[in-house]
């Protein structure tokens, strides 16, 4: 089964810090996404990468940078956190197509 | 641009009772439609797929969805609930540019 961890599990910043959320599979698939989740408004794609160096905007990029260093690393940066941003956040990837994406377990983050 | 609408936040169901989960979507061309899970703190997992052929696809425990084409809907059933079934069902679309759409989700808890 498809592997995606996900780093750090809680994190707890405040108004203006610098946060950066990792991601790392390990099933060689070309796709990567980072999610939000909050209630209310089910998941909403921040950014998303075809592969290693690539980087797509998606539907809520604002106040979030991402980074895809290798295949299997990808990374989502809050350079400055602001309390909107205290969500859940997923990190999935996919090999074939968008439609079957494999999830890491989520990073809570909340920001004071 | 793809959207997705489920329109049961809430499903209340007794185990053993049949149940269906609604998913209507609105996309103009070719696209991919998938069933997620979501128990309670943890990430989404991937339940099934649609893309062309038998409008009826079967999933893991017992899942399946149907999709019509002209109702612009992707329905999940299954025959008879258990108490682990209890969780967040999401419905996605996959248009272009390799992103995928959710839904809000639909809760669905089971009694005994």
């Known amino acids: 089964e498809a592997a995606v961890t996900q780093s750090p599990r809680n994190k707890v910043t405040v108004t203006g810090g610098n946060v950066t959320l990792s991601c790392r599979q390990t099933n060689s698939h070309n796709y990567m996404y980072w999610y939000r989740q909050d209630t209310g408004h089910g998941l909403r794609l921040i950014h998303y990468s075809y592969g290693a160096g690539n980087l797509q905007i998606g539907d809520v990029p604002d106040g979030y940078k991402a980074t895809r260093t290798t295949q299997e690393d990808f990374f989502l940066l809050l350079e400055l956190a602001s309390p909107s941003q205290t969500s859940l956040y997923f990190c999935a990837s996919s090999g074939l197509g968008a439609y079957e994406q494999y999830f890491g377990p989520g990073t809570r983050l909340t920001v004071l | 641009t793809q959207t997705v609408s489920q329109s049961d936040a809430h499903v209340t169901v007794f185990e053993g009772d049949s149940v269906e989960l609604r998913c209507n979507y609105s996309y103009g061309g070719s696209i991919y439609l998938s069933w997620y899970i979501q128990h309670h703190g943890r990430g989404l997992q991937f339940l099934l797929k649609?893309?062309?052929?038998?409008?009826v696809v079967q999933g893991v425990n017992g899942f399946e969805a149907e999709f019509s084409k002209s109702d612009s809907s992707f329905h999940l059933r299954k025959a008879s609930v258990h108490w682990s079934d209890s969780a967040v069902y999401f419905c996605?679309?996959?248009?272009?540019?390799?992103?995928?759409?959710f839904g809000k989700g639909t809760k669905l808890s089971v009694k005994s």
């Open positions: 996605a679309v996959e248009g272009s540019n390799a992103k995928l759409t």
């Open positions: 649609y893309y062309s052929g038998n409008p």
